[in-house]
């Protein structure tokens, strides 16, 4: 059974950050009910279009399982729709530039006094102070959070991931706030306000990189690769290649056909227990017993000869024949994967992680299923809706509008045009 079976979400969330988060909550259950501006909807339906005429796959990928009412909250019809949804619903959940409900009328003072029991979240780009008014995109976020001066080579520039931890990242955040204030309010009965800013969810990512903040303070962090380089630390956590983060030094070494293949290429980490394992199978069986490199400490200084020697011998093989050979003797590697193998991987299709979906306009289309699975209540994912397809089914199943009543409110502009078949 879905676990948030009953839980029904007024979804005033556009683009991604919003957007990922109300995808999870309907994977799991919820009754989601994303609300549009008529005729308009959320922007990215129409952004980065591959199929003319049809909800871009920006949209269609973050916004499954939901249903689409289109209403317009500045029409006076539109309010008094509105105010009935936030009786009748248990989480409002918006990611608007700062100030935009309070504007429509909706602030949380007025969501309290209408729905003590409405649990209101927001996205917003950074938390109370200085920079609370400011509009926040994912890149933004990932240099205002830290991630970017912690990201790239210690030579370039600052650089941000694809990974979206900014909005992806910061909707999960809002997600589990969203769980916990609804486990709370089965014993207070109250609703609370639940804040996840930008900022701050990718400071939490980058939890580590301030933890050497603050370890500079006691000498050089020697498990960067700049340390054994000779290049002296400055006094902010320095961007640290592709090293790996932790005790156990790790690097992206190259892979057979990486000449033409960008993606040719493993992670491999010299994690200590294996390293015995990691000189036989390189073939530098000495290094076992050399005291400068039989321990972790005495190779920190060497790291690029290591891993050099290391690269002589993956060059030597395919990403799949370092994982084929290492995992066996328990050496931690991995191939770093293309989209498109990502896309074929079949052992992906049968967990659910990746899903095929049809859609009435585009046709067939890959997505991200939901990616945390839970036992007795697997996701089952369903496509996007179009704008407004369930304005009418919303009116009456959710608000009990009916007869003249329903009339009013299509006469009124609130949700837009009548489609034909409602209006027989
Ligand atoms: N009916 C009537 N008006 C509606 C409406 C509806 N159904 N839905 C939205 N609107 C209005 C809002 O009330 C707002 O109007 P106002 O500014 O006159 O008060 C307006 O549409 C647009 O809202 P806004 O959020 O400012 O959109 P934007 O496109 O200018 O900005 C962002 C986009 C993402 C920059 C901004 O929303 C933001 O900073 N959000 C918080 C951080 C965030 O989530 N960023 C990541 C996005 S992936």
């Known amino acids: 059974m879905e676990a948030l079976k009953g839980v029904k979400i007024l979804d005033f969330t556009h683009v991604q ?3 990922t988060c109300t995808q999870l909550l309907a994977w799991f259950g919820a009754d989601v009910i994303k609300v549009e501006r008529p005729g308009v909807g959320d922007a990215t ?8 005429g049809a909800d871009s796959l920006y949209f269609t990928m973050l916004n499954h399982n939901k249903r689409s009412l289109t209403l317009n909250t500045k029409n006076e019809t539109g309010k008094e729709v509105l105010t009935r949804l936030v009786k009748e619903c248990d989480v409002l959940v918006e990611n608007f530039a700062p100030g935009a409900m309070e504007r429509m009328g909706f602030g949380w003072e007025q969501i309290q006094a209408i729905n003590p029991r409405m649990i209101m979240a927001s996205v917003k780009g950074f938390g109370p102070g200085p920079f609370e008014d400011c509009k926040v995109y994912e890149n933004i976020a990932q240099c205002a959070g830290g991630a970017a001066s912690t ?26 706030g969203i769980v916990t204030a609804l486990y709370h ?15 701050d969810g990718v400071l939490n990512l980058c939890r580590v990189k301030l933890r050497d903040q603050q370890r500079l303070a006691a000498g050089p962090l ?4 700049q340390h054994g ?5 400055g006094d902010t956590t320095p961007r640290a290649g592709n090293d790996s983060g932790g005790g156990q030094p790790g690097r992206i070494l190259k892979c057979k056909g990486w000449e033409q293949d960008p993606n040719a290429y493993t992670y491999f980490i010299t994690q200590a227990a294996a390293w015995p394992k990691i000189c036989d199978a390189i073939g530098k069986p000495e290094w076992k017993e050399d005291p400068d490199y039989a321990t972790p400490n005495a190779r920190l200084t060497r790291l690029n000869e290591v891993f050099g020697a290391i690269e002589d011998w993956t060059m030597t093989k395919s990403k799949y024949e370092v994982m084929d050979i290492c995992n066996p003797l328990d050496i931690p590697v991995g191939p770093i994967l293309s989209m498109k193998e990502i896309a074929a991987e079949q052992s ?3 967990t659910g992680t990746i899903v095929e979906v049809d859609h009435p306009e585009r046709g067939a289309y890959l997505t991200v ?18 704008l407004g397809e369930h304005n009418d089914e919303i009116l009456r199943d959710v608000l009990g509008y009916d007869g003249e009543d329903l009339e009013a409110v299509w006469n009124s502009g609130a949700v837009g045009d009548r489609p034909a078949q409602a209006a027989e």
């Open 185 to 199: 309010r089965t014993h207070s009965g109250k609703g609370q306000r639940v804040l996840a800013s930008m900022q």
């Open 222 to 225: 020697t498990e960067y690769s």
């Open 151 to 176: 990201t790239g080579f210690n030579d370039g520039v600052p650089l941000v991931t694809g990974a979206q931890i900014g909005d992806s990242g910061t909707g999960l955040h809002l997600a589990l």
């Open 17 to 19: 950050s919003g957007p």
């Open 369 to 386: 299923g939901c990616p945390v699975k839970l036992s007795a209540s697997p996701a089952d994912v369903q496509r996007s809706p179009l």
């Open 45 to 52: 339906r129409k952004q980065l279009v591959d199929v003319p």
């Open 229 to 233: 380089e000779g290049t002296p630390f």
């Open 348 to 350: 992906l299709r049968d």
